[in-house]
């Protein structure tokens, strides 16, 4: 359990800190939209785990912002995480 608890504390301070470098990149209107809702749920050796509030969410983010995402996840975790949606 105690490992667990770790896991959420650093996938909610990898993607806080992710959300940091995507907000000074993008417009407020785009950051409020689609990346304000978004919450952290697991990280692993490999992945962050990003809860979407749906499944159009999810893919658009897919379509549009993934490269965005792996880029600023990547310089708060320091290291390469792949990240994978849970809608």
Same mark, same amino acid.
């Given at each position: 359990?105690?490992?667990?608890? *770790? #896991? ?12 940091? @470098? /995507? ?5 407020? =209107?785009?950051? *409020? #939209? ?12 490999? @992945? /962050? ?5 749906? =499944? ?32």
């Amino acid at each position: 359990m105690i490992v667990a608890t *770790n #896991m959420q504390i650093s996938a909610e301070k990898i993607w806080s800190t992710a959300a940091e @470098h /995507l907000r000074a990149k993008l417009s407020r =209107e785009t950051f *409020n #939209m689609w990346f304000a809702p978004l919450r952290a749920s697991a990280v692993d050796g490999h @992945h /962050l785990t990003i809860e979407t509030p749906n =499944e159009f969410c999810e893919v658009w983010l897919k379509d549009n912002y993934l490269s965005l995402m792996h880029d600023a996840v990547a310089v708060a975790a320091g290291a390469k995480l792949q990240v994978r949606f849970k809608a």
